[in-house]
């Protein structure tokens, strides 16, 4: 158990692409157990191949983080393939940005429901489970749009301000129980989250930060360094984001 990944078992929501498969691929290559969640079963399918195919362990589970009773089976189906949960990387999201004006209020109450409500019922999931261990570690991903907000960006910032509110009272909250949380916040990363935007007049504002957009892999590094820490060493937040970034 050298670095301190070797052996945990980790649940990945939001696995099928992005950030959520590089720390998927990153994790198991150094020795890290996985259970993927997301709604794409055949994009899930390939991953556990590669994963495989790699020499590394995973499972994947159809998971709509919109439901309860989804990110629940979830936890239950690790713990039958795994026998246990070490950590749990709370990361499906989307990015719909347009102006309030836009009235886009499906748009609104789809990031609501995925990234504040799903990220809860990841907590809530696991929480029993860590408790009763007494160790686990909740990596919520929050973004940089979580620190402040950017053009169209009121409602997706409003979803990642509540990520990094709910880690902190979480992190406050389960100190008797020897459990870990950190917020990732992310800027511009190369992934699919963009496609989720439908106003192309933001697209076009956000195009320059597209641009200068890195790899997913920066934010697998990053979830391999809070993970291997000492397990009495809690690094509660980092923001990582392109040097070009403002
Ligand atoms: P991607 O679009 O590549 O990945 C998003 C993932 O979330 C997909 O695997 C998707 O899978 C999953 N997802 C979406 N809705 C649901 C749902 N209802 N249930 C389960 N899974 C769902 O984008 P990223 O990898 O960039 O996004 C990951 C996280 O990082 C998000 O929370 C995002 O807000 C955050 N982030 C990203 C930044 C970036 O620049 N890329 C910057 C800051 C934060 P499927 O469709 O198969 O369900």
Do not use: C
């Not at 109450?109 to 009763?132: S, W």
């Not at 000492?230 to 980092?238: G, K, L, R, S, Y």
Request: hydrophobic share 40%; glycine share 8%.
């Amino acid at each position: 158990m050298g670095n301190n990944i070797e052996g945990k078992v980790v649940i990945i929501t939001g696995a099928s692409s992005g950030i959520g498969e590089a720390v998927a691929k990153h994790l198991t290559s150094l020795g890290a157990k996985v259970s993927l969640g997301a709604r794409r079963k055949e994009k899930l399918d390939q991953i556990v191949k590669d994963i495989e195919q790699a020499g590394g362990s995973a499972r994947a589970f159809i998971t709509d983080v919109t439901k309860k009773e989804d990110v629940d089976a979830l936890v239950k189906n690790t713990i039958e393939a795994f026998g246990k949960v070490d950590v749990l990387f709370n990361n499906a999201g989307l990015m719909p940005l347009s102006r309030l004006e836009n009235l886009h209020y499906e748009e609104w109450e789809r990031m609501i429901d995925t990234n504040i409500k799903g990220v809860l019922y990841g907590v809530g999931a696991v929480l029993p489970v860590f408790k009763e261990q007494k160790s686990g570690h909740v990596i919520n991903v929050s973004s940089v749009a979580g620190h402040r907000v950017g053009p169209g960006a009121a409602v997706y910032s409003a979803t990642k301000f509540a990520v990094r509110a709910i880690s902190e009272g979480l992190r406050q909250e389960v100190k008797p129980y020897n459990i870990r949380t950190t917020i990732i916040s992310p800027g511009a990363i190369k992934t699919e989250l963009p496609d989720t935007i439908t106003d192309d007049k933001i697209k076009e504002v956000m195009q320059p930060v597209l641009d200068i957009a890195i790899s997913p892999d920066s934010i697998a590094r990053a979830v391999a360094y809070v993970i291997e820490q000492p397990e009495e060493f809690d690094v509660n937040e980092i923001i990582l984001r392109p040097t070009a970034q403002a």
